[in-house]
């Protein structure tokens, strides 16, 4: 059964452009969360994904945007990147409904350099 | 808002010394509460958690206790090993939602 899944694991780009990172939930999981990790921080939620539409959104512009497909796998989009924005990103997939936290899996991360 | 306080890091401590991670949280409610563990390189993975007050999670030889009138959920190790060496976050989620709030992170670095 494979677990989280998130591609690329390691890139590069420019500031001023566009990155997709994408992310497979663990099998029977419906739910797809994208948190942001800056260096030495904790993570931060950026947002949420169930039934294909925008659940949940954190303190985060409207740069950041993402889709969720019908077999529940999601993208992460970054418009007009910064500086700032270099980060390691977190897929995490759950069951919606379900609130204990051990039905929250997280992948290994996409790291992000903007440079 | 929903908020963590983890103990500030880094840690450094000797194999079998004993462990304490301070954590403490603000929320409204009744939330969940997770230490996760980041290793070099890696991934979140879920350490323990405590989803009611007095609840105790354990794994792997850690624990916390859930303490509602303290606010406080501090993760403890009697005797901890050079592999235990990694970066610990604590993290709530709020009655009845689906996001994770974390902690800033504590590193830890086990010498032998």
């Known amino acids: 059964d494979a677990g989280v899944t998130q591609s690329p694991t390691h890139l590069i780009k420019t500031r001023g452009q566009q990155v997709t990172l994408r992310c497979s939930p663990k099998?029977?999981?419906?739910?797809v969360s994208w948190y942001q990790q800056a260096l030495g921080q904790g993570p931060q939620f950026i947002f949420q994904?169930?039934?294909?539409?925008?659940?949940q959104r954190g303190n985060f512009p409207d740069r950041f945007s993402g889709h969720q497909f019908p077999n529940y796998s999601s993208e992460l989009n970054v418009n007009a990147l910064l500086l700032g924005d270099s980060a390691l990103y977190l897929c995490a997939s759950s069951i919606r409904g379900q609130v204990t936290g051990n039905t929250i899996y997280f992948g290994e991360g996409s790291w992000l350099t903007v440079v | 808002g929903n908020s963590v306080t983890q103990m500030e890091g880094p840690v450094t401590l000797s194999e079998e010394a004993f462990l304490t991670i301070n954590c403490t949280y603000t929320a409204t409610g009744y939330p969940s509460l997770f230490w996760y563990v980041q290793y070099p390189g890696e991934g979140l993975q879920l350490l323990l958690k405590?989803?009611?007050?007095?609840d105790k999670g354990s794994n792997k030889g850690f624990e916390a206790t859930y303490r509602k009138e303290t606010t406080s959920f501090h993760l403890e190790k009697g005797s901890v090993q050079v592999s235990d060496s990694a970066v610990y976050f604590c993290a709530l989620k709020g009655q009845g939602a689906q996001k994770l709030v974390f902690g800033q992170g504590t590193r830890l670095t086990i010498n032998p």
């Open positions: 405590a989803t009611k007050a007095d």
């Open positions: 099998s029977g999981h419906d739910t």
């Open positions: 994904y169930y039934e294909e539409e925008e659940r």
